[in-house]
T-cell receptor, first 114, second 113 residues
Framework: AQKVTQAQTEISVVEKEDVTLDCVYE???????LFWYKQPPSGELVFLIR??????QNEISGRYSWNFQKSTSSFNFTITASQVVDSAVYFC???????????FGTGTRLKVLA | SAVISQKPSRDICQRGTSLTIQCQVD?????MFWYRQQPGQSLTLIAT?????????ESGFVIDKFPISRPNLTFSTLTVSNMSPEDSSIYLC??????????FGPGTRLTVT
């Protein structure tokens, strides 16, 4: 069975601090994709990144970076120099072609205080 | 990427009535998905809608309560039938692109009184 665990339900940081959101996944498939989505207060889900199971290279996009560790089944997301506009709920998800379903974690609410 | 629109964006409905939510995609897609997000919760998949076949429902969701139509490759509807306050949620449609990226519509915020 697939499962995604986001143990941090809510995190508060002060603007300009770095913050890491944790994601641990479970799947029996050898081929899978991992995702992060952002859901601001407006409610729309914004795609941030996709990573396939064969690519363990870390990725950086501006202030965002992702650390994929297959050995620990983790796909953590770091925001550097956080800003108030980063305040949102962030969801991690896993997709396998075997089930053709996306399983979402419970989300982490990030509050960035000015 | 895909651009997805949903109508209505929000609605307030009375108990016992039904609401049909429309989802329009700017490109042809084989599979469309309908999710529910209850207040403060994660996303739960309701059903997968393939064009030309019956929708496939997840455990806990039934066709009588959430009938789905998929008349063509760019459009789908989800009806929430005989609504109760427990149906108050955000309903989202989504599509999967060729590279397995999933894109979501803006959602429909439903409040049942």
């Amino acid at each position: 069975a697939q499962k995604v665990t986001q143990a941090q339900t809510e995190i508060s940081v002060v603007e300009k601090e770095d913050v890491t959101l944790d994601c641990v996944y479970e799947t029996r498939d050898t081929t899978y994709y991992l995702f992060w989505y952002k859901q601001p207060p407006s409610g729309e889900l914004v795609f941030l990144i996709r990573r396939n199971s064969f690519d363990e290279q870390n990725e950086i996009s501006g202030r965002y970076s992702w650390n994929f560790q297959k050995s620990t089944s983790s796909f953590n997301f770091t925001i550097t120099a956080s800003q108030v506009v980063d305040s949102a709920v962030y969801f991690c998800a896993v997709f396998t072609s075997g089930t053709y379903k996306y399983i979402f974690g419970t989300g982490t609410r990030l509050k960035v205080l000015a | 990427s895909a651009v997805i629109s949903q109508k209505p964006s929000r609605d307030i409905c009375q108990r016992g009535t039904s609401l049909t939510i429309q989802c329009q995609v700017d490109s042809q897609v084989t599979m469309m998905f309908w999710y529910r997000q209850q207040p403060g919760q994660s996303l739960t998949l309701i059903a997968t809608a393939n064009q030309g076949s019956e929708a496939t429902y997840e455990s806990g969701f039934v066709i009588d309560k959430f009938p789905i139509s998929r008349p063509n490759l760019t459009f789908s509807t989800l009806t929430v039938s005989n609504m109760s306050p427990e149906d108050s949620s955000i309903y989202l449609c989504s599509v999967v692109s060729g590279n397995s990226e999933q894109y979501f519509g803006p959602g429909t915020r439903l409040t049942v009184t």
